[in-house]
């Protein structure tokens, strides 16, 4: 029903950039407004799936970040092209991690990996210190 593609990935030095984008895309009769919320979420090795980011689709673009990239990482979107972005600058090399892009039909402002209903396959990003 929603296939989601996360583009963007790569290798960096601390301190560079990166934007990843996922680009959404609806079987047809999917009732699109039905998806509330869009994120990004991250899994490093050995570790938890955490959220990183996550905006509203349909309440006039509500960010929530997580205390770990506030300041550094930017959530967007283009509700025209269906395209979720996140603009990661000032990067570190405890943000490596593979980083999926998620959507849900629940409402709220908690970042919670969980809470999340479909999923992309994910696009790696490595911070060399």
């Known amino acids: 029903q929603v296939q989601l593609m996360e583009s963007g990935g790569g290798a960096v030095q601390a301190g560079g950039s990166l934007r990843l984008s996922c680009a959404t895309t609806?079987?047809?009769?999917?009732?699109?407004?039905?998806?509330?919320?869009a994120a990004w979420v991250r899994q490093a090795p050995g570790k938890e799936r955490e959220g990183v980011a996550q905006?509203?689709?349909?309440?006039?673009?509500?960010?929530e970040y997580d205390d770990s990239v506030k300041g550094r990482f930017t959530i967007s979107q283009d509700n025209v092209k269906n395209i979720v972005s996140l603009q990661m600058n000032s990067l570190k090399s405890e943000d490596t991690a593979m980083y999926y892009c998620?959507?849900?039909?629940?409402?709220?402002?908690?970042?919670?990996?969980?809470?999340?209903?479909?999923w992309g396959q994910g696009t790696q990003v490595t911070v060399s210190s």
């Open positions: 998620a959507n849900t039909y629940r409402g709220g402002r908690v970042l919670d990996p969980n809470r999340y209903d479909y």
């Open positions: 609806f079987s047809n009769g999917f009732n699109v407004d039905l998806i509330q919320c």
């Open positions: 905006i509203s689709t349909r309440g006039g673009g509500v960010t």
